[in-house]
């Protein structure tokens, strides 16, 4: 066990070399000059965008500035922002509980809603109950997050005044409700299409019957027997969407205004902030790959044929 | 006869390679008509609604596509401010500029809706096939190959996942002066290729190691023959449930992006919802049209790909 987590935390390491390479060379490598937009639409002065990319080192080859800034990674410093020259790690970490709060309520939501309706589906194939869950979710995942987003902001702030229309203050449990459940949306709708798929083919599987005769009761049966070998695919899903929702929560945390990692990103983007998008992904890519170590680890859990030496 | 059917499904891999198979068998057909994999699955897709719904309304989607002006005889280009986010008189005005009403330059949104559909099912189509053929390319190479290669593949894909998918999107679309349709295509592509990478990975090594491969190899069958009469067909179902899914969710993909100010240049079911973002609350029903057509699009799609999906799994029969 120890020496399988040592050996996936060293494969880890070209892995997280390799992401941060490429999203360093798509940001690099594309059109656009972040220097030259800090004079908005005037025309910048050749001399002074010369000097300033001198002292930040873009005018260095590439590679260089890559060594350069993994270099600073290994040390903690993502650099700083060419506007304002703030530390870029300072930013992140200011949005970073703000998103990690919105996701992991988002997450829950998911994981407790999506297994049951999964579950009741699944037991009850071709039911009404069934049917129902099936149409609600093809419904949430063919019709785009935004439009939810944007039809929930109108109808629960605006018109029925449940909730405010946007977030005021992004520390707020309370508030950050209704862009957790909009978030979780689509990923609800894909964990219970896994758990009823799973609990399907797993309802008449040998050992299904061997529990029915041995006279267990039925919630043992169903939670011990029937779940545990089901969840496989729905816990390798829920693992690795604790990134996605961290990181692709751009949509919804603009619609809400919470002021988090996605929000962070749109501004980045906008400005031409190559590093700061480079680093929200590097910080993405961690979570992620311990997300996935750790789905793996659960695997052994969940199947106790499963063992790592 | 419960018991002849299943022997037939666990031939079925052998059978399936035949009947692609260059030069014809006598011998195997003339004893009863043996059913592949894929002719169990059609007769049992034939008997479904889901099926049936899903592809009568991809046809329709296809038919639109090719031949807007079959549909609408407005331009979509031109509007009439006298028009502007008029609401439709009469929804029962089937096919006139007005059933959908105008948008807020007067223009009929149920013409932009006809000529939209074109972009929106290129990019789901492109991205598809694209994916479908790189990937599926290289997830069979790291399979089939395994060693040196599936490590150097594997790895690649881990990195590619490691990438938020709209975050990747969005850097390299916000780059590029034009964005087209190619554009669009090339960007989702490039980010999108690992998922169907990693199936048909999967799908190789479980074929990889089965009797009718050593058969195969046992007659004197070469790789590339192996790899493409004998595997390929086999190791295709889990990855055309994918794709057919997958394309659903790009052209959710496409409009998410346009509604993040990344859109295509031109019409598009994704720009237009964009379009109605802004004016959301006093005039929703320019959002409602095509938001509506585009997610029944996707969920065509998406039946179509769950109802293949059963009719192969032959542990949901």
Known sequence: MGRYVARRLLQMIPVFIGTTLLIFLMVNVLPGDPVAALWGDKPPDPAQVAQIKHDRGLDLPLWQQYLHYMWGLLQGDFGNTIAGNRPILDEITAALPVSARLAAMAWTFELVVGIALGVIAGIRRGRIIDNSVTLFTLLVISVPIFVFGLLFQLLFGNQLGWVTPTVQNSEDMAQLLMPALVLGLVGLAYVARLTRTSIAENIKADYMRTAVAKGLPRRRIVSRHLLRNSLIPVVTYLGTDIGTLMGGAVVTEGIFNVTGVGNLLFQALARREGAVIVGIVTVMVLVYLLASLLVDLLYAVLDPRIRYA | ?317
């Open chain 2, 1 to 317: 006869m419960p018991d002849l059917t299943k022997t037939e499904t666990a031939d079925a891999p052998d059978q399936a390679a035949e009947v692609t198979a260059a030069e014809p068998r006598n011998g195997a057909g003339a004893v009863g008509k043996p059913r592949s994999l894929w002719g169990d699955a059609w007769r049992d897709l034939r008997r479904r609604p889901l099926f049936i719904i899903g592809s009568l309304l991809i046809v329709l989607m296809l038919v639109v596509a090719a031949w807007p002006g079959l549909f609408t005889s407005a331009d979509p280009g031109s509007g009439d401010l006298a028009n502007h986010f008029l609401q439709s008189p009469n929804l029962t005005h089937f096919f006139q500029p007005d059933w959908f009403g105008y948008d807020g330059q007067g223009r009929s949104i149920y013409a932009r809706v006809v000529y939209g559909t074109r972009n929106s099912l290129l990019v789901g189509f492109g991205v598809t096939i694209t994916i479908t053929l790189f990937g599926g390319l290289m997830g069979m190479l790291a399979g089939y190959f395994g060693g040196f290669w599936d490590s150097l593949i594997s790895r690649l894909t881990d990195v590619f996942f490691g990438i938020p998918f709209l975050l990747g999107a969005m850097v390299v679309l916000n780059s590029v002066d034009q964005i087209t349709v190619p554009v669009v295509i090339g960007a989702l592509a490039f980010l999108g290729w690992t998922q169907i990478t990693r199936v048909m990975r999967g799908a190789v090594i479980t074929n990889k190691h089965a009797d009718y491969v050593t058969a195969a190899r046992a007659l004197g069958a070469g790789t590339k023959r192996i790899l493409l009469k004998h595997i390929l067909p086999n190791a295709m179902a889990p990855v055309i449930v994918i794709a057919t899914i997958a394309l659903g969710t790009y052209i959710v993909a496409e409009s998410t992006l346009a509604y993040l100010g990344l859109g295509l240049n031109g019409i598009s079911w994704g720009s237009d919802i964009n379009d109605a973002t802004q004016n959301i609350r006093n005039n929703p029903h320019v959002l409602f049209f095509p938001a509506g057509m585009l997610s029944l699009t996707v969920l065509a799609f998406i039946m179509l790909g769950d109802a293949v999906r059963e009719a192969l799994d032959p542990k949901l029969r």
